[in-house]
């Protein structure tokens, strides 16, 4: 029996994804980054999946840095990879998988992490069937909120088109801008919230408050099962702020919601969006 090459493999994997429900933005970048692997391996004269080794991978990986590529943006690209070759495992196309230890590029750890759209989306892809996790992590993406500040929401500071976080620790009360897809999620919870006489938004099946911890450690599941496992709910946080700012968004709109005391703590993560400078908009984005 022949052996398929990759070429003839990609759709067949790409339909999978289209099955399992994952999202039109995914599924194309996924499609781009695994034509650019086979395009790499052809060219090396290995079109069969039996022919590849890790080195191969690795070469791939490296030779994307020496095209300028961010290390977080190859990394991404092998987590495509890495999807792709479990596939092949799973359908019985290969006996061993040889991305299975190709390590990712070192990310400067110094700098705050953040997802990017297709990361982001790619989350909320695989927590779609929890309704009361997906409206946790649409609040922090859509305001900023820290998690602690999410797990203290009490119903009555939950507003069409804001939210008030009242004054805790060193905190001052602060209204955040609320739009359309944090309103909407945190509606679809609403409606299947149980039955409970805690005044916090957020409970537990038995109608007690939500924990910090269980919050934390439902969305490390959720970016595990992304393949995203680098990224913790902190970096939700960030992310608010990166699209914020690269979306035009001035620094005191964006300090304000995210409850910096210093403008200057805001505008560190100019250099994070790569911008030079604030833009002028005042309505957070929707992401």
Same mark, same amino acid.
């Given at each position: 029996m022949n052996e398929n090459t990759y070429k003839q493999l990609l759709p067949k994997f790409i339909e999978s994804l289209k099955e399992k429900g994952r999202s039109p933005s995914t599924v194309l970048a996924y499609n781009s980054d695994l034509e650019q692997l086979i395009e790499y391996l052809t060219k090396h004269n290995k079109p069969l999946p039996s022919q590849t080794l890790s080195t191969d991978i690795e070469g791939f990986r490296d030779y994307l840095l020496s095209q300028k590529y961010t290390p977080k943006s190859a990394s991404r690209k092998l987590n495509a990879i890495k999807t792709f070759f479990r596939w092949l495992i799973d359908n019985k196309h290969i006996s061993t998988d040889p991305s299975r230890d190709v390590s990712h590029p070192k990310i400067d750890s110094s700098m705050p992490k953040f997802l990017s759209q297709l990361e982001f989306r790619a989350l909320r892809d695989v927590v779609r069937g929890d309704t009361?996790?997906?409206?946790?992590?649409?609040?922090?993406?859509?305001?900023?909120?820290?998690?602690?500040?999410?797990?203290?929401?009490?119903?009555?500071?939950?507003?069409?088109?804001?939210?008030?976080?009242?004054?805790?620790?060193?905190?001052?009360?602060?209204?955040?801008?609320?739009?359309?897809?944090?309103?909407?999620?945190? /509606?679809?919870?609403?409606?299947?919230?149980?039955?409970?006489?805690?005044?916090?938004?957020?409970?537990?099946?038995?109608?007690?408050?939500?924990?910090?911890?269980?919050?934390?450690?439902?969305?490390?599941?959720?970016? /595990?099962?992304?393949?995203?496992? /680098?990224?913790?709910?902190?970096?939700?946080?960030?992310?608010?702020?990166?699209?914020?700012?690269?979306?035009?968004?001035?620094?005191?709109t964006i300090s304000q919601a995210s409850g910096h005391k210093r403008l200057s703590t805001t505008e560190r993560y100019l250099e994070l969006a790569g911008k030079k400078e604030s833009g002028k908009g005042q309505v957070l984005q929707e992401l």
């Open positions: 009361r996790i997906a409206a946790i992590i649409e609040l922090i993406l859509q305001t900023g909120m820290r998690i602690s500040e999410v797990a203290n929401l009490k119903s009555d500071n939950f507003k069409k088109d804001r939210v008030v976080i009242e004054a805790y620790a060193t905190q001052s009360t602060r209204e955040i801008q609320l739009n359309k897809a944090a309103y909407e999620a945190s /509606q679809s919870y609403l409606k299947i919230r149980p039955k409970s006489d805690s005044k916090y938004l957020f409970v537990s099946k038995n109608g007690k408050p939500l924990a910090v911890r269980n919050i934390r450690a439902a969305i490390d599941r959720y970016m /595990q099962k992304a393949e995203i496992p /680098q990224y913790s709910v902190n970096d939700l946080r960030t992310t608010f702020i990166v699209e914020n700012l690269k979306r035009g968004i001035d620094l005191v």
